[in-house]
């Protein structure tokens, strides 16, 4: 088995609520076993320029509660091309790194698989607020997110029933609805607009005016972002042109991404690190650590990154054939659990909501 003297971690991509209690986590584990740590700070770019300094115990002492990432991030397109990459296992073989804690989605997870193969093993954590990588039920940054855009609508919702109004607020989650979903239920909203579900105009000033006939004063429409970035300030017009009640358009954007981890981001980017470095540690490589059914397993990133496209539709050709039938029958069932869960928040809104 092979034996690791000195580790790296990097965070990468979009940031997310919870990564530094990940990093500490990492860290930690790994530097209570003896091997060393090296921050890499500004994801892979700061791995191809050599931007790496030393982590001990105390480094990541008080960052549990931080949002945003001590490690900074970035996006890197220059990682992408062959003479980036070459720059990057050249930094590693001057800083004597010889395994990565990667955290990211699935851009940092591609740029995972790549290290790896060029020989520096490599163990992902998912980290956006998005939740949109389909092998785990939850990535890190999620939850906190969610609470943030409660806590936002709860405070619009105020003004709201003052003024006899509607707001139409748009939500972060890329091609993704469930932050949209979620908050949805939580916030009491009138209506919800994701990707993955049928909507209309229609339907949706419906229900306000019926809501409105039975004295409901406060209109909450919550519109994932992944519907189109015109699409709700379209919809806040056409609301109020049709139903009569003053219409509001908010996009949080960025406001939700930020802010310190809730305890459920901590405790899970906790549970991520640990298993993570122990799992490199233990001589694994190109995996993803997931969460499923409240427990923490390790994924082939190749399975991961193949399972969201087969759930996007976007699976290109020869894309099966390294898995095997088990392997594909499993993806399958993995994208008929995370659907049917989508559903039921979908369902429980519909069924309870005014
Ligand atoms: P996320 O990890 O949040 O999905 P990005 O898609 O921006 O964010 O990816 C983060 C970084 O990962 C990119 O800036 C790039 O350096 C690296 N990356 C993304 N896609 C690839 C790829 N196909 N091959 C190698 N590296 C990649
Ligand atoms: O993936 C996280 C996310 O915040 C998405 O919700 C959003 O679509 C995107 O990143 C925004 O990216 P940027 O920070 O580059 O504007």
């Given at each position: 088995?092979?034996?690791?003297?000195r580790?790296?971690?990097?965070?990468?991509?979009?940031?997310a609520?919870?990564?530094?209690?990940?990093?500490?986590?990492?860290a930690?584990?790994?530097?209570?076993?003896?091997?060393?740590?090296?921050?890499?700070?500004r994801?892979?770019?700061?791995?191809?320029?050599?931007?790496?300094?030393?982590?001990g115990?105390?480094?990541?002492?008080?960052?549990?509660?931080?949002?945003?990432?001590?490690?900074?991030?970035d996006?890197?397109?220059?990682?992408?091309?062959?003479?980036?990459?070459?720059?990057?296992i050249?930094?590693?073989?001057k800083?004597?790194?010889?395994?990565?804690?990667?955290?990211g989605g699935?851009?940092?997870?591609?740029?995972?698989?790549?290290?790896?193969?060029?020989?520096i093993?490599?163990?992902g954590?998912?980290?956006t607020?998005?939740?949109?990588?389909?092998?785990?039920?939850?990535?890190?940054?999620?939850?906190?997110?969610?609470?943030?855009?409660?806590?936002?609508?709860?405070?619009?919702?105020?003004?709201c029933?003052?003024?006899?109004?509607?707001?139409?607020?748009?939500?972060?989650?890329?091609?993704?609805?469930?932050?949209?979903?979620?908050t949805?239920?939580?916030?009491?909203?009138?209506?919800?607009?994701?990707?993955?579900?049928?909507?209309?105009?229609?339907?949706i000033?419906?229900?306000?005016?019926?809501?409105?006939?039975?004295?409901?004063?406060n209109?909450?429409?919550?519109?994932?972002?992944?519907?189109?970035?015109?699409?709700?300030?379209?919809?806040?017009?056409k609301?109020?042109?049709?139903?009569?009640?003053?219409?509001?358009?908010?996009?949080?954007?960025?406001?939700?991404?930020?802010?310190?981890?809730?305890?459920?981001d901590?405790?899970?980017?906790?549970?991520m690190?640990?298993?993570?470095?122990?799992?490199?540690?233990?001589?694994?490589?190109?995996?993803v650590?997931?969460?499923k059914?409240?427990?923490?397993?390790?994924?082939?990133?190749?399975?991961?990154?193949?399972?969201?496209?087969?759930?996007?539709?976007?699976?290109?050709?020869?894309?099966?054939?390294?898995?095997?039938?088990?392997?594909i029958?499993?993806?399958?069932?993995?994208?008929?659990?995370?659907?049917?869960?989508l559903?039921?928040?979908?369902?429980?809104?519909?069924?309870?909501?005014?």
């Open positions: 088995m092979k034996t690791f003297k580790i790296g971690i990097l965070t990468s991509g979009g940031d609520p919870g990564m530094n209690a990940a990093v500490r986590a990492v930690r584990v790994a530097l209570a076993r003896g091997v060393e740590v090296m921050a890499i700070y994801g892979y770019s700061g791995l191809i320029n050599g931007e790496i300094k030393p982590m115990m105390r480094d990541v002492s008080n960052i549990i509660n931080r949002g945003g990432t001590i490690l900074y991030s996006r890197c397109p220059e990682f992408k091309t062959e003479e980036g990459m070459q720059k990057a050249d930094t590693c073989k800083f004597g790194i010889d395994g990565i804690v990667a955290l699935d851009g940092t997870f591609r740029g995972a698989t790549d290290l790896t193969a060029h020989g093993p490599c163990v954590i998912p980290c607020i998005d939740n949109d990588i389909t092998s785990t039920d939850a990535t890190i940054g999620f939850d906190t997110a969610m609470n943030t855009v409660t806590e936002l609508i709860d405070k619009l919702r105020d003004t029933e003052s003024h006899a109004r509607c707001n139409v607020v748009e939500v972060m989650g890329r091609g993704a609805g469930d932050i949209a979903l979620n949805a239920i939580a916030s009491g909203a009138s209506a919800v607009v994701v990707p993955e579900f049928p909507y209309s105009d229609e339907g000033c419906k229900r306000i005016a019926a809501a409105k006939k039975l004295g409901k004063r209109f909450i429409v919550i519109v994932s972002e992944g519907v189109g970035s015109e699409y709700a300030p379209a919809l806040a017009k609301i109020q042109e049709t139903t009569g009640v003053e219409t509001k358009f908010a996009r949080l954007a960025h406001i939700v991404r930020g802010g310190n981890p809730t305890l459920r901590r405790v899970l980017a906790s549970k690190g640990t298993y993570a470095a122990e799992e490199l540690l233990r001589g694994s490589s190109n995996v650590v997931c969460e059914m409240n427990k923490i397993v390790a994924r082939d990133i190749n399975y991961a990154l193949i399972l969201d496209r087969m759930y996007k539709g976007t699976l290109k050709d020869g894309d099966l054939d390294k898995f095997s039938e088990e392997e029958a499993q993806m399958k069932a993995d994208i008929e659990y995370k659907k049917s869960h559903l039921d928040l979908f369902t429980v809104e519909h069924k309870i909501n005014l």
